[in-house]
Structures are given as structure tokens and as C-alpha cells.
């Protein structure tokens, strides 16, 4: 029997457990990477498991997603990260040299090898053919520390691609097809793998787009062969050495096997407020546009902002339009820059921003009020542009273009009848590449002080789990809540190192009385409990979106389901998540009611079910749960780091 790509490279990896579908794995991750967002958080708790130096081959801090820098949060946090990376041997990525995916994949992306990264979409490496998975931080903290990363040994899909793109037609029409038959639910535990003739149709950053992106649909990860197209890659980056083949075996058994003919491919969107949400563009024509964005790790490469330079040349943003570009790296503006591509752009009318994550995450160019805004970006949660009433839809480079010229959303096809030609972009045979904004650690850091600035705090611990959690269900909420939700990113996201702070925005969209109200129930001795539908979680790795509750008194997450991240960094922060036996008990409770969860320790040793109380309703209903051995201990401490036996500094 043959062996897929997700085998091949997991079973190489795996240090504890077997390779069986479903069962918990301990993989070796070779190549760690954190961003600044997340990354303050996950070096504190680093620097709590009293670890001299980081144990892994390549370990990596980029700061791409708080570069705003209004006040003196943001600041402090890079230099504390900047200290840290020169302690504990990581190399740092300064903020101005680009989003963490789109670096990662042409500086250090290696076929073959294993890449953490505290950031939902570290997937992105799937497309040089890595097995590229986004976790928590303190996941992330643990794995450069030399410890494994626990996992779910996943199913397989194969996803098999025929044909070749039409004109006006790219990778990210790709994956909002595979978003339209997967959806956004449904797929935890699964790994997209993408064979077929039209693989070899697609370079590596549109494969790129594509993994980045299936993390909306909840998988483990995504991953493409590494090819010719790979070698090509890695030559244009001077990193031919690091290119190996890896494909599936013809006999490789999968899951599942959905084809996708490329050539039947239209221009697609995701309608507000979800990336699951989608039409053909031509469905939605006409509708008037204020604002584009380009740019985010989905779509800010080489190949897609030349694309848009060219068919912007000599053209002008529509005055209705507001049209902004954050280049993926500063190697992608180099690159465009020497190509003539940046002046076309300029003369167009274009708004430049720095090379960072920017209005992807709302923390700056916010549209204005009720706003229709395309973005080339791979989420449009309600507020996550930091306008609550704007209406974000998610498409292509070329959609995107289409839209600032006519000012409506337009099929880009329909550009060929205002006499524009598709413009097929030669990716140059080797970039510019200047590696000067990689700070590298020296041999020896253990003279450098840790820069600590106001702002930065201590990683709160949880409490070891009680024998028995008499709450009151805090908040209950519907199906499909993401992280953005239960913690706003944008404009609060300053406050990531400073958990008092931050903690007072959860729930702050739906209810910003929630952090008042949570204290109050503390204060009495009863817990929170939160009551969440179907996904659970959905969206970004921050474990915020567990610690931040944690703090406000939250023991339990009851929900019909749960996504795998989120559920990880419940397990981490000591907040036991549970499912609903059956769905319909999700009725039976409403906000406020009081719940009493008995027998918990037990219970959860022998594995057996638990059942909850609705005192108010007086009515139980039992409840289930997905834990390992090793997460069940996690929970009975209170968290890792308690379990870890770590100490804040
Ligand atoms: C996101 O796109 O939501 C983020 C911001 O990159 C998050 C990480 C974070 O919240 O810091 C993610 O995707 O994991
Ligand atoms: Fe940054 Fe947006 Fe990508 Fe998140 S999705 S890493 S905020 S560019």
C-alpha cells in the first residue's frame, strides 16, 4: 500500500503515538514561527518553562501584524520580541519586511519538513510542499522548547485537479471553490491534499494561495506536491538545495477524492459575512464599491500585485474607489519596484501601505460606514474591517482590479470588452533578495537582557480543574462563532501582552457588558460557562480566545462543535470543552441559567459521560468529549504551564 504526502512526511515526524487515523500523534516540528500578535504571549510563556535555548532547526519571530504603532504598545512589544529572538537563539523578522506566510514560504519554506506556526494561516507553507499546521502560541512556545506537537492523525482528501485556469480565472477562484463544496464547517481533523495534472498548472505562490486559505475551512492543513514548479521556486529564491520531490504513490489510499476541473472555473466572491458564503461574480455585478484592498498572506505576492500593476497601467482608480496595497514582503515590493510595476501602480492612483498583515485585521483602513469593500484577503467576519456595518466580500487580484476600474463589482472577463488584455505575469527567473531585515541571534544570548516594557505582563495560569463546576451560562451564543468574536483583534489587539486590559473586550461585538457581567459571577464563586453552537472557534489561532476568559472566570465551553484550534487552546488554558450529546438539548438552555457539572476529575479519568444540570430549567442533558489521555491531565492541572510546573518570571 502507497503512501500519500501528508503520510510520507507525518509518519517521518512522529515521536509519540501511531500513525492511525484519529488517534493522538506527537509530531517533531522542525521550523517554528510566531508573529508579534501572538508571539508576546507565547515567549512569555517560553520564558516560563526555563528553557536556555530554543531545540529546533530553524525557530523564527516575525513581527507583521501590530506595526501601527499609535501609543507605546506596539513598540515595546517588538523590542521584548527583538530581545527574546537574541537570548533564545530565533531569528527575527522585523516588522517592515513582511507578512509572516508570504516570507516564510521564500525565505525558509522546505519541502518535506514541519512548520508550527501561532497563526491560523501558517498553512501557506503547504504550497512549497511543507506539512504547515497553525496552533496556539503556547503549542508554538512548547515546540521550540523541543517538545512535540500533539495532534490528530488526520483523514485525507484528496482534491484533484484537471484542466488549467482560463484567463481572468486564479488560485484564490481556486480555493473559494473548494470553500464552496467543503463550506466552513465540517472539517476538523482533515488534511486537503491536491494531486492531479492541473497541479503542474499552478506555480508555488497561487498554490500558496490555496493552502492558505483552506484553513477557512477548519482543516488540519493543506498541502500540494513538491515538483518542478517547487525546484523553479526555490531557484528564483537561490534556494535550489533546499528543494526535494515529494509526491503521492500512485496506490495511495485517501479518505475521500473530490475533483475540481480547473478549466470550468469562474471568477468567485464570499459574500458577507463569511468566507463560506459563495457566488459566482457574476451574480453579484453592479453592486457599487468603496474601498479594494489588496494584499494580506492570501494574495500579496510577486505574481498578484504585478498582475493588478499591469492591468492598472495607464489606467485610473475610480474616483469612488479607495484603493489600497499592502505588499506581501518587502522582497514583493522590491521585486514589483524593479519591474516598473510600483510606478504603474502609483500613477494609477493606488494607496500604498507598509508590507504588513494592515486592513486585513482591522486595524487600519477601516471603510467608511455601511462601506462595500473587496478585498483580496481570506476573511469577512462582521466587523473584523473595524466598521461593524461594512459589507467585506473576498476575491481575486483580478476581481479586485475589475472593481476599481468600473467602481462595481465586475466579472473580470468583462474587462476583454473595455479592450483589456489578461496579462500573464513571467515570475522573474531569480528575485532581488536582500536578507538584511532578518535579524539573526548570536551564538551565545544568555548576556542579553529582556527588554520588558509596561505594557507586557505575566501569562495568567488557570486553576486545577474542581470536583465539581456550579456556573452560570454567561453568555449563549448561535453557530459559526469565530475568534474575532470572542476577542476583537483591530484596533484592541495592542492589549494582546496585557491580559487584565484585553480581557475587558470579550464577547465585546456581541455583548459588551459580557466582561462585567463574567467578574460579578466570579465574585459570587460560580464559574462561566459559555454555550456556543456548531463550529465553535472558528477562524484565527489566538489563544487569547481562551486566556482572556480564563481570566474572567470561564470553566467550561459547551457547544454542539468545536474547531480544533480553539478547542486546543481551551485544553491549554484549563477551560474544559464539551459537545452536546445531542443537539437538541442546545435548546434547553438559555443565557443566565445556572448549570452544575458534578464528578468532573472522575468522570473524565474513566472516560465516562458527563451530565449537566440546568438547575434553573431543572433538566439534564449529558454532554461528551473529545480528549486525549494527555489533554485530560492538562485540563486536572489547570492548563500546561501549571502541568508544566513553569514559573512567570
Ligand atoms: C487573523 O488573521 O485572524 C490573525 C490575526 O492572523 C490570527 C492571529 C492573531 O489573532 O494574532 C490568526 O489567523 O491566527
Ligand atoms: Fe495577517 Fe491577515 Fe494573514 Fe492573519 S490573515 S496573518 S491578519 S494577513
Not at 450529546?581 to 435548546?587: F, G, S
Amino acid at each position: 500500500m502507497g503512501f500519500t504526502i501528508t503520510e510520507k512526511i507525518l509518519n517521518k515526524h512522529i515521536v509519540e503515538g501511531k500513525p492511525e487515523k484519529g488517534t493522538e500523534v506527537g509530531i517533531k516540528i522542525d521550523q517554528p514561527l510566531t508573529q508579534d500578535a501572538t508571539g508576546t504571549m507565547a515567549y512569555l510563556q517560553f520564558e516560563a518553562m526555563n528553557v536556555l535555548k530554543v531545540k529546533t532547526e530553524l525557530s523564527i519571530s516575525y513581527v507583521d501584524h501590530n506595526t501601527v504603532q499609535v501609543g507605546f504598545e506596539n513598540a515595546d512589544d517588538h523590542k521584548y520580541l527583538q530581545s527574546v529572538a537574541a537570548k533564545y537563539g530565533i531569528v527575527y523578522s522585523r516588522a517592515g519586511n513582511g507578512i509572516c506566510h508570504q516570507v516564510h514560504l521564500e525565505r525558509f519554506g522546505k519541502p518535506g519538513k514541519t512548520l508550527l506556526g501561532s497563526d491560523s494561516h501558517t498553512p501557506t507553507g503547504g504550497g512549497v510542499g511543507m506539512i504547515a499546521i497553525g496552533a496556539g502560541g503556547l503549542d508554538v512556545a512548547v515546540a521550540m522548547a523541543g517538545g512535540p506537537f500533539y495532534m490528530t492523525y488526520p483523514k485525507i482528501t484528496k482534491i484533484n485537479l484537471t484542466g488549467k485556469l482560463k484567463p481572468w480565472v486564479s488560485a484564490k477562484d481556486v480555493i473559494l471553490k473548494v470553500l464552496e463544496i467543503f463550506t466552513t464547517k465540517g472539517n476538523v481533523g482533515t488534511v486537503f491534499e491536491y494531486a492531479g495534472p492541473g497541479v503542474k498548472t499552478l506555480s508555488v505562490p497561487e498554490r500558496a494561495t490555496i493552502t492558505n486559505m483552506g484553513a477557512e475551512c477548519g482543516v488540519t492543513t493543506s498541502v500540494f506536491p513538491s515538483d518542478e514548479k517547487t525546484k523553479e521556486f526555490l531557484k528564483a529564491q537561490g534556494r535550489e538545495k533546499d528543494w526535494v520531490e515529494i509526491k503521492a504513490d500512485e496506490d495511495a489510499i485517501y479518505d475521500k477524492t473530490v475533483e475540481i476541473n480547473l478549466s470550468e472555473l469562474e471568477p468567485l466572491a464570499a459574500t458577507p459575512h463569511s468566507p463560506g458564503n459563495i457566488k459566482k461574480v457574476k451574480e453579484i455585478e453592479g453592486i457599487e464599491v468603496d474601498q479594494v484592498c489588496l494584499g494580506s498572506c492570501t494574495n500579496s505576492s510577486y505574481r498578484d500585485l504585478m498582475t493588478v500593476a499591469k492591468i492598472m497601467k495607464g489606467k485610473k482608480v475610480h474616483p469612488n474607489v479607495s484603493f489600497v496595497i499592502a505588499p506581501g514582503s518587502k522582497q514583493v515590493l522590491e521585486n514589483i519596484t524593479k519591474e516598473g510595476g510600483l510606478s504603474d501602480l502609483l500613477s494609477a492612483g493606488v494607496r500604498f501601505a507598509e508590507n504588513t498583515c494592515g486592513f486585513c485585521i482591522g486595524n487600519s483602513q477601516s471603510p467608511k460606514t455601511g462601506a462595500i469593500s473587496l478585498r483580496t484577503s481570506n476573511r469577512n467576519f462582521e466587523g473584523r474591517s473595524g466598521t461593524k456595518d461594512a459589507q467585506v466580500y473576498l476575491v481575486s487580484p483580478e476581481t479586485a482590479a475589475a472593481a476599481v476600474i468600473t467602481g462595481k463589482i465586475t466579472d473580470p472577463r468583462d474587462l476583454e470588452k473595455l479592450g483589456f488584455k489578461y496579462p500573464q505575469i513571467k515570475i522573474p527567473k531569480k528575485f532581488y533578495i536582500d536578507d538584511s531585515m532578518f535579524i539573526q541571534p548570536p551564538k551565545d544570548g544568555k548576556n542579553i537582557k529582556i527588554y520588558r516594557g509596561p505594557n507586557i505582563g505575566e501569562p495568567p495560569k488557570s486553576t486545577p480543574m474542581p470536583e465539581e463546576i456550579k456556573g452560570i451560562v454567561t453568555i449563549k451564543v448561535g453557530d459559526k462563532i469565530t475568534t474575532d468574536h470572542i476577542i476583537p483583534a483591530g484596533a484592541r489587539m495592542k492589549y494582546r501582552s496585557n491580559i487584565p486590559k484585553y480581557s475587558e473586550f470579550v464577547f465585546e461585538i456581541i455583548d459588551p457588558k459580557f466582561h462585567e457581567k463574567a467578574k460579578k459571577i466570579r465574585e459570587t464563586g460560580k464559574f462561566n460557562i459559555i454555550v456556543g453552537g456548531v463550529s465553535y472557534g472558528q477562524g484565527s489561532s489566538r489563544e487569547h480566545a481562551a486566556i482572556c476568559p480564563m481570566y474572567l472566570g470561564v470553566k467550561a465551553v459547551i457547544a454542539k462543535s468545536l474547531e480544533r484550534i480553539h478547542k486546543a487552546n481551551l485544553v491549554n488554558f484549563g477551560i474544559i470543552p464539551l459537545k452536546f450529546k445531542n443537539e437538541n438539548d442546545y435548546e434547553i438552555i438559555d443565557q443566565n441559567d445556572e448549570l452544575e457539572i458534578l464528578n468532573i476529575p472522575a468522570l473524565l479519568k474513566k472516560g465516562e459521560k458527563i451530565t449537566i444540570k440546568d438547575k434553573t430549567k431543572n433538566k439534564t442533558f449529558d454532554v461528551e468529549y473529545d480528549l486525549s489521555d494527555r489533554e485530560k491531565k492538562i485540563l486536572l492541572a489547570g492548563g500546561t504551564l501549571n502541568l508544566m510546573g513553569g514559573k512567570s518570571k
